[in-house]
């Protein structure tokens, strides 16, 4: 099973992600858990801060009509780029302006998260392309506001994946994660030009798959 | 938008509100476009479903036509009523207009079939 790079243009999106090492090991990650992700019949599946789109579509483009796809942007542009990704390889994915996931009041089988990790200034996290990137404190801003609710918006059998930097103590967020309820374990990593990247996968405790 | 993401958004998120649910559709350019259907996955997202949110919605935008208010026992063998279900949740688009906060009136615009649920610094 794989999971080709679908087809995608920024042309008219210039204050988009544009997908990088990052979103490739993302999907790399995906493709190696993918008979995992089989075995829990997921049907509704959500990226948060899915930018260009294409980790979404990704998916979608594998699973096709026994899923849904849903997709979260802080940035306006980002929710239009995914749109048009996902029009692009026929396929559709649900896209909604908001801040992480809070306005949702049902709960998913997936969910993934590609987050702004850099370190930097507080201050850096302002609109546009800057909320791609710009993480604050160790890259953990945005990284702790999604994984404090996390427990609110996975199914039990649910399971979700994020992306980290080493800079954001991956080992640490896994120890936080625990106390919270989570198993979490690191299922790819990856050193490239100035970064070590790793991707995450986390699962509510007392889920025996 | 389509009805499925209706059925799925709240305002809870804002300060002072309680539920946010359901949001009130003030629809003005809605279309159809046609998804691929498969009856198997519509009856499996069925259960999830708030029903009659999703009638009401349906109803908002002149879209109800036939759909059975209440769910009818064994519809994972109707396949007539499972294609209306998909009809309603999966084809019916909410090109432009607005859902509305049913606590405190707020707007949330749509606009190229994408809700922006962004909230200001002081509402949150
Ligand atoms: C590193 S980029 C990843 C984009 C894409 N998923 C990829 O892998 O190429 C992070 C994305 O998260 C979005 N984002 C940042 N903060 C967010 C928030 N609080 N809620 C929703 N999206 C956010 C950014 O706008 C950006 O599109």
Known sequence: ???????????????????????????????????????????????????????????????????????????????????????????????????LYCNFKSIFDIILFNPPYVCTEDSEIKPGINRSWAGGRDGRIIIDQFLSQLKLFLSDSGVCYMVALKENKPYEIMATMKVLGFNSCIIKERRILGEHLFVIRFIKEGNLK | MKLITHNMLTSKCMKGVTVGYPLKIQAVDVKTSEVDFNPEFISRLIPKVDWNVLCEAAESVGFLDDLPRELIENYENDVDFLKKAHRVLLEVDIINGELVCPETGRKFPINNGIPNMLLNEDEV
């Open chain 1, 1 to 99: 099973m794989s999971l080709p790079t679908p087809i995608y243009d920024l042309k008219q999106f210039d204050s988009v992600y544009e997908p990088s090492e990052d979103t490739f090991l993302f999907i790399d990650a995906l493709e190696a858990d993918l008979e995992y992700i089989h075995s829990l019949r997921p049907s509704c599946i959500l990226e948060v801060g899915s930018g260009s789109g294409i980790v979404i579509t990704s998916l979608a483009r594998h699973f096709q009509t026994q899923c849904l796809f849903f997709a979260t942007d802080i940035n306006p542009v980002a929710c239009l780029c995914t749109k048009q990704t996902a029009y692009l390889n026929n396929v559709v994915v649900h896209c909604t302006n908001m801040n």
